[in-house]
């Protein structure tokens, strides 16, 4: 199998033709473009590989796309405010949004509203989820940082008040940006301020690893995969670029003249407001207040490329493309549901059984059987067998050997026509 | 006898030839013959001694008494008391001046000094502790740890000695202990524990009969021994003292398990709650010029780190009991178990011996004795809850102590509780000092009521639970405690540092727990009035601001905290406060700054309200805290702008001077112009619904003061200046200009930097250039004397923000000219004095002056224009020579010079007819060589450049 193929999906405050565009990464050919307004700054997110959402500038709702249907928005999610920041989980099942001060989160499958965290004090800038989905961060601007776990965020308890597993506060001025590294609950997280630091922190126990000052603020930071190194944009847009692991300091000194600039990227004007890296770590990807998106080679920290908007980025990620973007013919695999803009409460969902009602895909099981109770009939059944079997004489057991003999049989059978079926399915060229 | 000798020798040499084989004759009565070879014994013999030479080449120095080291170990052994006290006496002597001895000796030392712990003779178990304390004070912990089971062994069998003095004595030794080897003595705490449970109590024969109300945990009771020398009471102290402090040692040694989360429960808000791991602080220039290397993953992060909070599930519990020490809840608690009821009962003896009148309303009155010993036991009862090994345990301990204890501890402790010392009457003095004298060796025997009360109060409070558990009925017992924390606080009793701030953790607790808006305010209010005390200690003053700032960041999820008035109205008042306090104590400055930037980034309104009143008082250029303060408190303090919701034109007035003044540094001069560029409307950035704090008037006005560096006074002042201070203006050089220090200088080039990249960032560049020549007409083409900086700064601002589309106004290239034409006079005059350090400013003045000559090809006209050779006088002739061969080096304006050829042309003849020197100078054959060179050079280009002509 090949590669993943990258994109660069970017999108800038003020165009008329179209929202968010889709390029590839190495050649910088221009693949697709979604159409309808324009998405505010971190408001982007790929949701799973079948949606693409994006917050509405200065507006209160959210636009969502199929991502093989370009030119339709597939729903409007409307928000109870401003939506400043959005993200979804990288497995696709939660999207948290930030809208004034209160983190929202829902449930993708079911569009029930979970949870709303409004421990900020003033409003959300920026919000990530680890990679494994088991966490999230949020910054703001009221300098802090806080670490949720979802599963304590997720509970159906109402009256318990979720609190943040870390508070990070060792910032002073708002936070602009900031990133979630590799490992799931291990991850190292970069947050980058208006107080010209970049901060990198331990996630599994909230502490700071690393403050670095520089000469003006920084409004995005992101780490390479690899997290060798920590890309900070700044205020005056440089880019700085600062050497995590650090080892032959002495070795190729005498080579290097001049120091001072080859560990920035100088090309942008003003305000570089996102970062990106590309999966093998070499290529950076920046977007600018000045209205630019630029490309770059980490090893030489040359520009590559530079492509024009109509407004100031908002977003510009590399992502590995989904696969349902180039298939026009595809189709998500769960719709989306109607998003609730209120708490969801567990009266309303018939709260006859404390359980939980699990359902990955929502629309390839209609029976209303809880775990539970399945459970409770498969352990009827088996007792029942169990007791004819014991108690039942010899005669009515050989019946029933064979009835079960033929049941297996017949089971078989459907299990290979199914593989039949299936493979013949996978094999056929599309 | 000689003579006989002499005449006999003759013969017995003629006979020794045959006598030698003569058989002797022996026969019996007479005498044996001596023979020859018979040695004289009759002689005496006197030993010389040379005892000190022999010892100094064999064992090392001595005492006085010529004692070796090993010579008095051994006397250790001797049967003789005095012999064993005089030798501990020597090894003291010994030691103390030949101190390397210790460290050779120390495994023999130890063990035989440890031996005599239980030695019968008290003067010599007196002279072994102080030989321990001797040794114990130059030998550090870790090398005694090897040594320490053994003489903890012999401590332990000394505590449990039969004879009472000996008992005595070990807490002594214990004391020595305590004092340089606390961290030992806590790492096996189970021993000694029960040693000190035997040395008060005994335990109780499980044969004899129960009485129905003991329950199970009290199978210990107090002992009373008649024989000792002091009272049971007295005895029980001195064992108390001492547990007091084995437990504080505990307590200490524990390692700290959870950093945050205990601070924010326990209120120890003394401490500044910093993280476990020293972070990595790094500054981009260091990094960038390679000085620091980086290395934030150890083990490439392969593992967690031992600091995450995620737990794995522990492992199984090995059965630990009170055996096993310390380490678990359940030791701790059963450990309690036994001793809660030995100090209630003491605690009773103590109040009941007290008081034998005992009749209502003396009853809070105590003597000095019972006092102290009321307030070991609740000192002990302090540390038993604090011995929790963690935080979720210690939550445990509480509610165990409030099941089991909470009606006995009511039923003795808040019976009299606010206890006060008793009156002793004049006549019992006398028996009184007989008594102290006693007891001198007791230390801490006078404790204030204060101690005791604050002390109770603060056990008390951990009792308590959090309202809404269904049970209220704390209330009886809290009113009283909480109306004493509210006195003592409110009625201005000089407090000490330890009081304070065990009363504020009280408080944090009562707040924290009970939850009610009337106790919160009742208690704050009370806090607040001695807050507003004057004369205050810095550690004072700074706990109580702690407390404050911890309590104001506690308010998540407590809107009694979240609402209360008290707090609001200390929020407000704190911005007042920073301005009041100046400069006098940077440290409270400090502090006072931390607390209003957590407010303000939480967007207190109070705060922020008080924070934009006085802002124009703290942000004043002259006196504002913004510059007095250290550096550290000046970037926390233009941090704080952020915040503001409002900026008044008086207020950017202020900071403009701040920034230019010098008395900031140039680099956070540049990040404070750059937060007022993120609070306009113009930066761009902007998440969610923030409004904008300045309008773009005003932003627009404050770049522009800052860009010129000089207010409007100074630079009116300026002009009436004599002529010592500035240049006098000429002819080459139109504008007289002022020359600023080079510091100022540098400092303003730095701000013009940061105003230009701002300036460049607006929008509309041919705009922003409109706004600024508009200032530029309006306020400075009429000056005739301009600083140097200023002139430079402007010269490199409208470089930068100039395209080719626009076309400056006349009046403003004209004055521009004029500061450009003066600028490069004055880099002459500053290259012929070639002081070294005026580099940096040298190469910003001729930057500028390129720059803005190439952008803008008319002003380069004017200034060719404005030279009239005509006018010059002699001297000034080679001063203009070496500008145009300067101009004409510079390759960038060698186009722009070229298509004002005829104009040159003009000049450089009238340079050649007016310098009528006989011989040509130098710098006229340099002039007219460039000249040559920059000529040729364009007509091979000039059909290139025909374009450029269009602009003019």
């Known amino acids: 199998m090949a590669a993943p193929m990258e994109v660069i999906v970017s999108s800038d405050s003020g165009s008329q033709l179209w929202n968010c565009a889709v390029s590839e990464l190495h050649s910088g050919s221009s693949l697709l473009s979604y159409r309808g307004g324009n998405t505010a700054c971190r408001g982007l997110a790929l949701l799973g590989s079948d949606y693409i959402l994006g917050a509405q500038l200065g507006k209160n709702f959210i636009n969502v796309w199929e991502l093989q249907r370009k030119d339709q928005l597939q729903q409007k999610i409307v928000c109870p405010g401003v939506v400043t920041c959005l993200t979804a989980a990288p497995n696709g099942l939660y999207l948290a949004a930030g809208i004034a001060e209160a983190v929202y989160l829902w449930e993708v499958s079911s569009g029930n509203l979970l949870a709303v965290l409004s421990r900020h004090y003033q409003d959300l800038t920026c919000l990530r989820f680890t990679d494994d989905s088991s966490h999230f961060v949020s910054g703001g601007k009221d300098n802090l940082a806080l670490v949720w776990s979802l599963a304590s965020v997720v ?12 508070v990070l506060s060792r910032h002073s001025l708002p936070i602009t940006d900031l990133h979630c590294g590799l490992m799931g609950p291990q991850a ?27 000469d003006v603020g920084i409004m995005s930071v992101t780490l390479d995969p690899c997290e060798y190194f920590l890309f900070c944009g700044g205020s005056d847009g440089n880019i700085f670029q600062v050497s995590l692991c650090s080892q032959s300091l002495s070795r190729d000194k005498a080579f290097q003249s001049d120091n001072d600039g080859n560990q920035v990227f100088k090309g942008h004007r003003n305000l570089v407001t996102c970062l990106s890296v590309s999966m093998d770590g070499t290529l950076l990807l920046s977007g600018s207040h000045d209205e630019t998106v630029r490309l770059w080679d980490v090893q030489s920290k040359q520009s590559i490329r530079c492509i024009s908007h109509k407004g100031a980025v908002t977003n510009a990620v590399i992502t590995p493309a989904p696969a349902n973007m180039f298939l026009p013919d595809s189709r998500p695999a769960a719709a989306l549901p109607r998003f609730s803009r209120h708490l969801h409460t567990s009266e309303g969902e018939g709260g006859e059984s404390g359980g939980v009602c699990v359902r990955p895909g929502l629309f390839t099981q209609d029976e209303d059987e809880t775990h539970l109770q399945k459970a409770e009939r ?16 010899g005669e009515n057991t050989k019946v029933r050997v064979a009835e079960l003999e033929e049941e297996v049989q017949t089971l078989k059978k459907i299990n290979k026509d199914l593989y039949d079926f299936s493979s013949q399915l996978l094999t056929k060229p599309t | 006898m000689v003579t006989r000798s002499g005449t006999a020798g003759m013969k017995a040499k003629k006979k020794k030839r045959q006598d030698d084989f003569q058989k002797v004759k022996l026969k019996v009565g007479k005498t044996k013959p001596k023979a020859n070879n018979a040695t004289n014994t009759n002689f005496r013999t006197k030993g010389i001694h040379l005892s000190e030479q022999l010892r100094r080449d064999t064992s090392g120095p001595t005492t006085h008494r010529q004692l070796g080291i090993n010579d008095l170990l051994s006397q250790l052994h001797h049967y003789n008391a005095n012999v064993k006290q005089s030798a501990l006496l020597g090894l003291k002597e010994l030691l103390s001046l030949n101190p390397s001895l210790v460290e050779q000796h120390l495994s023999r030392l130890l063990s035989e000094v440890a031996a005599l712990f239980t030695d019968k003779d008290g003067n010599v178990r007196m002279a072994a502790s102080r030989l321990l304390r001797f040794i114990a004070q130059c030998v550090p912990a870790e090398r005694v740890a090897p040594f320490f089971p053994l003489l903890s062994a012999h401590l332990s069998c000394a505590m449990t000695h039969i004879e009472p003095g000996i008992q005595e004595d070990a807490m002594k030794i214990l004391d020595v202990l305590l004092d340089h080897y606390p961290a030992l003595l806590a790492a096996r705490p189970a021993i000694l524990l029960t040693n000190f449970l035997e040395l008060i109590s005994h335990r109780r024969t499980s044969g004899g009969a129960k009485k129905p109300q003991e329950t199970k945990g009290r199978s210990w009771a107090l002992s009373v021994n008649p024989t000792r020398a002091v009272t049971s009471q007295q005895w029980r102290l001195t064992v108390l003292l001492r547990l007091g402090r084995f437990l504080q040692a505990v307590v200490e040694e524990r390692p700290e398990e959870e950093g945050d989360m205990s601070v924010s429960s326990d209120g120890v808000f003394g401490s500044s709650g910093e993280g476990r791991i020293t972070p990595l602080d790094l500054n981009w220039e260091e990094l960038s010029y390679s000085k620091t290397g980086v290395k934030v993953y150890e083990h490439s992060g392969a593992k967690p780190t031992p600091h995450s909070t995620y737990r794995l599930r522990p492992e199984v519990d090995s059965g630990a009991g009170v055996g096993e020490g310390l380490s678990s809840a359940e030791a701790v608690q059963s450990f309690a178990a036994t001793l809660v009821p030995l100090l209630l009962e003491m605690w009773v003896e103590a109040s009941a011996n007290d008081c034998p009148w005992n009749s209502g309303e003396g009853a809070h009155l105590l003597t000095p004795d019972a006092m102290s010993v009321m307030f070991q036991v609740l000192t002990i009862l302090q540390l038993l809850r604090k011995l929790a090994p963690q935080k979720e345990d210690q939550d445990a301990l509480d509610a165990w102590f409030r099941n089991e204890y909470l009606g006995d501890f009511k039923q003795h402790f808040m019976k009299n509780f606010p206890y006060g010392t008793r009156d002793t009457p004049k006549h019992k003095k006398k028996l009184d000092l007989k008594r102290s004298k006693q007891t001198a ?9 204060l101690a005791l009360n604050i002390t109770l109060c603060q056990v008390m409070v951990f009792l308590s639970q959090r309202q809404g558990l269904g049970r209220d009925n704390d209330a009886d017992w809290l009113i009283p405690l909480r109306s004493f924390v509210r006195d003592t606080l409110a009625n201005e009793v000089k407090l000490s540092y330890k009081h304070l701030h065990m009363l504020l953790g009280t408080v944090w607790r009562m707040v924290l727990t009970q939850r009610s808006k009337t106790v919160t305010e009742d208690l704050l209010a009370a806090v607040y009035v001695y807050y507003q005390q004057r004369n205050l200690t810095l550690q004072t003053r700074s706990l109580l601001l702690s407390f404050y700032s911890k309590l104001y960041l506690q308010e998540q999820g407590h809107t009694h905290i979240a609402r209360s008035k008290m707090l609001c109205r200390w929020l407000a008042a704190l911005p007042v406060q920073l301005a009041q306090l100046g400069h006098r104590n940077p440290a409270l400055s400090a502090r006072l700054i931390l607390s209003i930037q957590a407010a303000a980034s939480r967007g207190n309104k109070d705060l922020l309200n008080g924070l934009q009143t006085h802002a124009c008082r703290l942000y004043d250029p002259q006196e504002g805290v913004v510059v007095l303060l250290p550096a550290e408190s000046q970037q926390r303090l233009v941090q704080l702008l952020y915040f503001l919701p409002k900026m008044s034109q008086a207020l950017l007035a202020n900071l403009s001077r701040c920034c230019t003044a010098g008395r900031i540094s140039a680099g956070l001069a540049a990040s404070l112009i750059r937060i007022v560029h993120l609070r306009s409307s113009l930066s761009g950035w902007s998440v969610g619904s923030q409004e904008a704090a300045l309008q773009d008037v005003d932003y627009i006005s404050f770049l522009f003061s800052s860009l010129t560096g000089f207010s409007a006074d100074e630079l009116a ?47 509309s560049q041919s705009q922003c250039f409109d706004i600024l020549q508009n200032g530029i007409c309006k306020y400075l083409t009429r000056l005739g004397v301009v600083p140097d900086s200023m002139a430079a700064g402007l010269l490199r601002a409208v470089a930068r923000l100039l395209d080719l589309s626009i076309l400056p106004i006349d009046p403003v290239l004209r004055f521009l000219s004029q500061c450009c034409l003066s600028l490069l006079a004055l880099l002459i ?18 930057g500028a002056c390129v720059s803005a000559l190439s952008t803008i090809p008319r002003l380069l006209r004017m200034v060719l224009q404005s030279l009239r050779v005509g006018d010059l006088c002699e001297e000034e002739l080679p001063q203009l020579g070496q500008i145009l061969s300067m101009l004409l080096q510079h390759t960038p304006l060698r186009n722009h010079l070229m298509a004002n050829a005829a104009l040159l042309q003009h000049i450089i003849q009238d340079l050649t007819r007016y310098s009528r020197g006989e011989t040509r100078e130098q710098w006229l054959t340099d002039l007219l060589y ?23």
């Open chain 1, 155 to 166: 509970q159906l308890d109402l009256n318990h008040t979720p609190e943040p597993r870390h």
């Open chain 1, 188 to 214: 190292r997280v970069a947050t980058a301020s208006l107080d010209q630091t970049v901060k990198l922190w331990e996630l599994s126990s909230g502490e700071l690893l690393l403050s670095v000052l520089f």
């Open chain 1, 378 to 393: 498969l352990y009827s059944l088996m007792n029942a067998v169990t007791d004819k079997a014991v108690f039942g004489d």
């Open chain 2, 441 to 449: 060796a007791v230390p801490g025997q006078t404790v204030e009521p």
């Open chain 2, 717 to 763: 002042t300026l002009q009436e200046a004599g002529d010592d201070s500035v240049l006098a203006p000429s002819p080459l050089s139109p504008l007289s200009l002022y020359p600023t220090p080079l510091e100022q200088f540098t400092h303003h080039w730095d701000v013009v930097e940061e105003v230009c990249h701002c300036l460049e960032t607006l929008g």
């Open chain 2, 829 to 846: 005059t500053l290259q012929q004095e070639a002081p070294s350090d005026t580099n940096h400013k040298r190469e910003a003045i001729w």
């Open chain 2, 930 to 952: 460039c000249y040559s060179v920059t000529v040729a050079h364009g007509s091979t280009t000039h059909r290139g450049n025909m374009g450029l002509r269009d602009m003019y």
